[in-house]
């Protein structure tokens, strides 16, 4: 192959060094479209020169061109020799496509420190072959610098295995270009970069929890008085009485259904004298910091009505990439006389995305609706841990208890260079153990909330396996959690000292 169609050098040294009996007095150089051919040029050249180059061509691409060389003596005869013939390549290989990984896919992340890999393919010259491929790997996408590998030679080869101390948490770029028979070279094409990851992912160490202003969270700014304060049992006929004040809640917003606000005094509130009876949804817009972490927590209860319409309630609390669902149990005798309000704990996290954050609470229900009380909300301060073997990642927040109770927890984990991926959780009595729940498969979540029976007095114990981006995993565990299933119990109440009433 030539890469000019406008100039061809013919060269024939010691072609002609057996001819003895009548040495050439010069030689007749030509070229043509066949061997032997003259069509194109020719020219006489001396008998002391080897080499002959014409100009002026005009040769195209894709036509086999062929150079004869033939030694004439003094009695006009002749010794030809042709060549096998040469195209005309004016074209640079086309570049193809390059991926981060011996199969044909690409990969984010890879835990391997000693080896790189790569594979092309697509890789094509349209007027002679590839012969051989060069690969490097830069640190950089942009550039032409090979600052973590020079330019190697892999042959053929289409796939590449580079052995080197590659570091850890450092984002490499594999460059390959192919070179054409005719020695021209294509665009050096950069694939994706990968991120090299050689550890599991780590415990984060929960600092401090900074409390965030909820305005009016325990629903005492212009709560309602009902009718008949002085009794401990509320009918629906009451709260469909307040509804048509048209009363609003200060710096709630009602976006659906109905909602009031309710004295309802201090030994059924969990905060205060009022609770929030919600029938619909509400929400508040609150300061947050992007990409922190918030910890939202609340109290419900079922309504104290004398007549409820089921005996389940639940709601649903929706955030910045939260939306999660909880249900209410109890079949207390005494809360179907609307004398008690039983108060769960339920916990929440999110991670704010902007400078404001909509917060919203709503029943599962309009109809059955649910009290709501002491809403608040924690921005979560962590760092990581100093030692993943004595750190305890896993806060088993919620604990409830009914026939069936549920479990929920959370975990602080991070992985800096390719993320947590996936996590499965199990719930046992026993340290690691899967007696109530096996591990179960929960995305890239960090809380969770199963549905298992609790027995009085025993433990549980939360582990958590999660796995980076780069496939490597490690095992957590929460401290154990005593499932206390009794209320306490008083003996003596005084009214005096502690001898005498």
Not at 166 to 187: K, L, P
Not at 210 to 231: D, T, V, W
């Amino acid at each position: 192959f030539i890469t000019t169609p406008d100039i061809a050098t013919v060269g024939w040294r010691g072609k002609f060094s057996q001819i003895k009996e009548a040495p050439p007095l010069f030689y007749r150089v030509s070229l043509g479209n066949e061997p032997g051919m003259n069509d194109i040029a020719e020219a006489i050249v001396s008998l002391n020169k080897s080499a002959h180059t014409f100009y002026e061509l005009k040769l195209q691409p894709g036509c086999r061109y062929f150079s004869t060389v033939t030694a004439v003596n003094e009695n006009g005869l002749g010794t030809s020799v042709s060549s096998d013939g040469f195209l005309v390549d004016l074209k640079s290989p086309k570049p193809g496509v390059v991926y981060n990984r011996l199969s044909l896919t690409d990969a984010r992340y890879s835990r391997e420190l000693s080896e790189l890999s790569c594979s092309w393919h697509g890789f094509f010259d349209e007027e002679s072959f590839i012969q051989s491929y060069e690969t490097c790997v830069a640190t950089k996408r942009d550039g032409k610098d090979c600052d973590a590998f020079k330019w190697t030679d892999v042959k053929f080869r289409q796939s590449v295995s580079l052995q080197s101390s590659w570091r850890h948490g450092q984002v490499y770029f594999n460059r390959v270009r192919a070179i054409d028979a005719a020695n021209r070279t294509s665009e050096a094409v950069t694939g994706p970069g990968i991120i090299l990851d050689a550890t599991p992912p780590l415990a984060v160490e929960r600092l401090d929890l900074k409390p965030i202003s909820i305005k009016n969270g325990n629903f005492e700014e212009a709560a309602q008085l009902l009718r008949n304060s002085s009794e401990a049992i509320i009918s629906h006929s009451d709260l469909i009485q307040l509804w048509n004040a048209n009363a609003s809640i200060p710096y709630w917003d009602i976006q659906e259904g109905r909602a009031i606000s309710v004295q309802v005094g201090a030994s059924l509130a969990a905060d205060g004298e009022s609770t929030l009876m919600l029938f619909g949804r509400v929400s508040q817009t609150v300061a947050t910091k992007p990409t922190c972490r918030y910890r939202l927590q609340l109290f419900a209860s079922p309504l104290p009505v004398a007549d409820p319409l089921s005996a389940m309630a639940g709601g649903l609390v929706t955030a910045p990439g939260l939306r999660r669902a909880f249900r209410l149990y109890d079949d207390d005798a005494n809360t179907s006389k609307g004398g008690k309000m039983h108060w769960h704990r339920q916990v929440f996290y999110f991670t704010a995305n902007a400078a404001e954050s909509e917060i919203s609470i709503q029943s599962l229900s309009h109809h059955t609706g649910l009290a709501i009380d002491l809403v608040s909300l924690d921005l979560i301060d962590t760092k990581a841990a100093a030692s993943n073997l004595s750190t305890n990642p896993i806060h088993v927040d919620t604990v409830a208890a009914r026939d069936s109770g549920y479990v929920h927890a959370s975990w602080d984990l991070q992985d800096e260079e390719s993320g947590i991926s996936s996590v499965h959780w199990a719930v046992g009595t026993v340290r690691g153990g899967t007696q109530l729940l096996p591990f179960t498969y929960v995305g890239p979540a960090s809380e969770a909330t199963a549905e298992v029976r609790l027995v009085h007095g025993s433990s549980v114990h939360v582990s958590v396996l999660a796995k980076n981006g780069a496939g490597l995993v490690r095992l957590f565990h929460s401290q154990p959690s005593l499932i206390d299933l009794t209320p306490p119990v008083i003996e003596y109440v005084t009214d005096g000292n502690l001898t005498a009433d």
